[in-house]
Nanobody
Framework: VQLQASGGGLVQAGGSLRLSCAASGLIVSTVGMGWFRQAPGKEREFVAAIRRSGGSTYYADVVKGRFTISRDDFKNTVYLQMNSLKPEDTAVYYC??????????????????WGQGTLVTVSS
């Protein structure tokens, strides 16, 4: 299983970025997929997730209404569209593949496979 995250960069507050997570060795529509982030000196935290069945989506309260997780089954890629970015969104963003059966989408312990991360920096 390989997860290749990309799309990070430097953006001004209020701007937008779209992160991509290209998967190999798995079919993203058959597993839960999530995005997490880790800011310097802080613990890794949940951002968004999409279920395998039905594609229900989940968001952390701090990004709800600004971020959108989606999936392109043809490209086997998961996206995180980030709008209205704030300086506090600055972090390394990771995509992750969930277990076959997931009790919760927001717990990082439910994700055994992780990509390498992509850095998002939001300037004020």
């Amino acid at each position: 299983v390989q997860l290749q995250a990309s799309g990070g960069g430097l953006v001004q507050a209020g701007g937008s970025l779209r992160l991509s997570c290209a998967a190999s060795g798995l079919i993203v529509s058959t597993v839960g997929m999530g995005w997490f982030r880790q800011a310097p000196g802080k613990e890794r935290e949940f951002v968004a997730a999409i279920r395998r069945s039905g594609g229900s989506t989940y968001y952390a309260d701090v990004v709800k209404g600004r971020f959108t997780i989606s999936r392109d089954d043809f490209k086997n890629t998961v996206y995180l569209q980030m709008n209205s970015l704030k300086p506090e969104d600055t972090a390394v963003y990771y995509c992750a593949r969930g277990r076959a059966l997931m009790a919760t989408m927001a717990d990082l312990r439910e994700y055994p496979y992780w990509g390498q991360g992509t850095l998002v920096t939001v300037s004020s």
